[in-house]
C-alpha cells in the first residue's frame, strides 16, 4: 500500500514520522539550492513533495532472497525480469532498526512492495 507524504488521510505511524522528519531535517539547510530549471533543489524535496509511503511486506515465494548490499541491482533485476506483470523499480529510504538508508525495491501495480534484498526492515520502510 501506498500514500502520498503531504497528502495523509491518517497520522503517520511512528516510523514514518521519523523517516520523513529525517528527510526535513536534510532537506531544509539545503533551503533552495540546486540547479536552474531543475522543478526541486535537491532530491530531498522531491521526496517531500512526490515521495510515497510503502507498507512492507514478506518478500513473494516466487521471489528469491538476492544479496544484501546491492539493492539497486536487485531490484533493477527483478522488476525487468517481471514488467510483464507492471513491477516497476523504485528508491528512496528504508527504516531500519537504526536509521533510514538509501535503498531500492520494487512496486507492484496494486502498490505492494517487493524487495528482493531487504530483510530487517520494519513497516513502513520506504518512502
Same mark, same amino acid.
Not at 26 to 30: G, R, S, T, Y
Given at each position: 500500500m501506498s500514500r502520498n507524504v503531504d497528502a495523509q488521510t491518517q497520522l503517520?505511524?511512528? !516510523?514514518?514520522?521519523? /523517516?520523513? !522528519?529525517?528527510? =526535513?531535517q536534510? !532537506?531544509?539547510? /539545503?533551503g533552495i539550492a540546486g540547479g536552474a530549471g531543475w522543478a526541486h533543489p535537491t532530491q530531498y524535496h522531491l521526496l517531500l513533495a512526490h515521495g510515497r509511503l510503502f507498507t512492507h511486506k514478506p518478500r513473494p515465494a516466487d521471489v528469491q532472497k538476492l544479496p #544484501? =548490499? #546491492?539493492c539497486y541491482y536487485n531490484a533493477a533485476k527483478i522488476a525487468r !525480469? +517481471? =514488467? #510483464? +506483470?507492471? /513491477?516497476?523499480?523504485a528508491e528512496g529510504y528504508a527504516t531500519t532498526n537504526a536509521f533510514p538508508l538509501p535503498h531500492a525495491w520494487c512496486v507492484r501495480p496494486d502498490g505492494v512492495v517487493v524487495d528482493p534484498t531487504g530483510t530487517n526492515l520494519i513497516p513502513p520502510p520506504p518512502i
Open positions: 503517520p505511524e511512528p !516510523a514514518e514520522q521519523k /523517516l520523513i !522528519a529525517f528527510i =526535513r536534510i !532537506a531544509e539547510p /539545503l #544484501d =548490499r #546491492d !525480469a +517481471h =514488467r #510483464d +506483470h507492471g /513491477l516497476v523499480y
